[in-house]
């Protein structure tokens, strides 16, 4: 591989917030089944703090 190449492959993964670049990303999102059963367990957890907040404030 010439240093033109490995050049060119550093300058098209510029890291995000996250670590991973938007390439990365898309390519890792495209292995990932949807919906994501991280986010459903995520949202299902937050909905029900917000409920228990909202019944312990009712009361």
Not at 21 to 49: D, F, H, I, K, N
């Amino acid at each position: 591989m010439s240093s033109g190449q490995q050049e060119a492959i550093i300058a098209s993964h510029v890291r995000g917030l996250d670590g991973m670049c938007s390439g990365c990303r898309a390519w890792w999102a495209r292995l990932t089944p949807y919906p994501c059963w991280q986010v459903e367990w995520a949202t299902s957890r937050q909905a029900r703090a917000i409920t228990v907040r909202f019944l312990t404030d009712v009361r």
